[in-house]
């Protein structure tokens, strides 16, 4: 490639063809010899050496290049390394705020369905206390036809009670629950008679509130009005209960029966409670609801179940709960 040189001596400029490059020789314009700069000088090839000053400047340009690439990844590793280790205390930190949050929200989630819960059976229990104001007496647990056959729960008679005089209208009450116009009616179960987030219960339109018949109740048998002397306190008389669903239809005839003796646990339609691991949810006479200790004697179940056994069970002794107001 041609390459400007300036004479030291005329300072005159000539372009020359590189292949003249480090040779000697008198000046174009003055005369005066002169050496032409080396090919070295000029970062071309040596004929002597066969070296580039170019190309020793490419190495050192593709080291600097190797060592920004090196820096490069270096940098890239240790920002991925960052980025985990932030990923990692965030999740961390989650997984912290999780497990103090979910137990809590998980208490306050059966709070709600404890409170719900005892709200139903005290809406029932105000029904019965209705119906018996009316009637004299509360409603014969399975109504019966003439001939004795039975027809259906008690459940139906305390729907007007409960606000529910169109459903009530609509059942035929001379025919059995499982007819075919009041199976009809079996979809629209109140909500007031299934515990608190119970979609099983739900879906199969069974209830979880039952009545106690049987001996030393205040029902002696399934189909006899309710004793209405002698009374205990109202307060320490059980009324109504709750129970697993899995046993009958929410108009279907059929409670608990207390003739081998209930207690609490999670048999549907047999044992008291099974909604609720800690308690059990009662209902006395006096209309109060109460949550029975799950490990409550069955001695106590009994004494609270007789109407008139002259029994006294402190109350507050086996409540877990506070009632509500």
Same mark, same amino acid.
């Given at each position: 490639?041609?390459?400007?040189?300036?004479? !030291?001596?005329?300072?005159?400029?000539?372009?020359?063809?590189?292949?003249?490059?480090?040779?000697?020789?008198?000046?174009?314009?003055?005369?005066?010899?002169?050496?032409?700069?080396?090919?070295? %000088?000029?970062?071309?090839?040596? !004929?002597? /050496?066969?070296?580039?000053?170019?190309?020793?400047?490419?190495?050192?340009?593709?080291?600097?290049?190797?060592?920004?690439?090196? /820096?490069?990844?270096?940098? &890239?590793? +240790?920002?991925?390394?960052?980025? &985990?280790?932030?990923?990692?205390?965030?999740?961390?930190?989650?997984?912290?705020?999780?497990?103090?949050?979910?137990?809590?929200?998980?208490?306050?989630?059966?709070?709600?369905?404890?409170? +719900?819960?005892?709200?139903?059976?005290?809406?029932?229990?105000? +029904?019965?206390?209705?119906?018996?104001? =009316?009637?004299?007496?509360?409603?014969? !647990?399975?109504?019966?036809?003439? %001939?004795?056959?039975?027809?259906?729960?008690?459940?139906?008679?305390?729907?007007?009670?409960?606000?529910?005089?169109?459903?009530?209208?609509?059942? =035929?009450? #001379?025919?059995?629950?499982? /007819?075919?116009?009041?199976?009809?009616?079996?979809?629209?179960?109140?909500?007031?008679?299934?515990?608190?987030?119970?979609?099983?219960?739900?879906?199969?339109?069974?209830?979880?509130?039952?009545?106690?018949?049987?001996?030393?109740?205040?029902?002696?048998?399934?189909?006899? &009005?309710?004793?209405?002397?002698?009374? @205990?306190?109202?307060? =320490?008389?059980?009324?109504?209960?709750?129970?697993?669903?899995?046993?009958?239809?929410?108009?279907?005839?059929?409670?608990? @029966?207390?003739?081998?003796?209930?207690?609490?646990?999670?048999?549907?339609?047999? #044992?008291?409670?099974?909604?609720?691991? =800690?308690? &059990?949810?009662?209902?006395?006479?006096?209309?109060?609801?109460?949550?029975?200790?799950?490990?409550?004697?069955?001695?106590?179940?009994?004494?609270?179940?007789?109407?008139?056994?002259?029994?006294?069970?402190?109350?507050?002794?086996? #409540?877990?709960?506070?009632?509500?107001?």
């Amino acid at each position: 490639m041609p390459f400007d040189f300036v004479c !030291p001596f005329c300072h005159s400029r000539t372009r020359v063809e590189d292949r003249f490059a480090g040779r000697s020789g008198p000046c174009a314009e003055c005369g005066k010899p002169v050496t032409l700069p080396s090919p070295a %000088s000029l970062g071309q090839v040596s !004929p002597e /050496s066969g070296t580039l000053e170019s190309r020793a400047t490419g190495s050192s340009t593709n080291s600097a290049n190797s060592s920004l690439r090196r /820096s490069g990844n270096q940098y &890239a590793v +240790a920002k991925f390394v960052r980025y &985990a280790v932030m990923g990692s205390m965030i999740m961390l930190i989650f997984g912290i705020v999780a497990w103090l949050l979910v137990p809590s929200a998980q208490r306050a989630f059966e709070e709600r369905r404890r409170l +719900a819960s005892l709200s139903n059976i005290q809406q029932i229990a105000k +029904a019965l206390n209705a119906y018996n104001r =009316e009637f004299g007496s509360y409603p014969t !647990p399975t109504v019966n036809d003439p %001939s004795g056959l039975p027809l259906y729960s008690w459940r139906v008679l305390i729907l007007p009670y409960l606000g529910y005089k169109d459903l009530y209208h609509r059942f =035929e009450k #001379d025919q059995a629950w499982d /007819s075919p116009s009041n199976m009809l009616l079996a979809s629209e179960m109140p909500s007031v008679f299934v515990v608190a987030g119970n979609e099983m219960a739900r879906s199969l339109y069974e209830s979880n509130y039952s009545l106690v018949v049987g001996p030393g109740t205040l029902f002696p048998t399934a189909s006899s &009005a309710s004793i209405e002397h002698g009374f @205990d306190n109202p307060a =320490e008389t059980i009324l109504v209960v709750e129970t697993k669903e899995g046993g009958f239809s929410w108009t279907q005839p059929g409670n608990l @029966d207390n003739t081998t003796g209930v207690r609490i646990g999670s048999r549907p339609a047999v #044992d008291i409670g099974g909604n609720f691991s =800690e308690f &059990a949810l009662v209902a006395m006479v006096d209309g109060n609801g109460v949550a029975l200790n799950s490990q409550t004697p069955p001695a106590t179940i009994q004494a609270l179940l007789s109407p008139d056994g002259g029994e006294s069970v402190a109350i507050e002794t086996v #409540d877990v709960n506070p009632r509500l107001p």
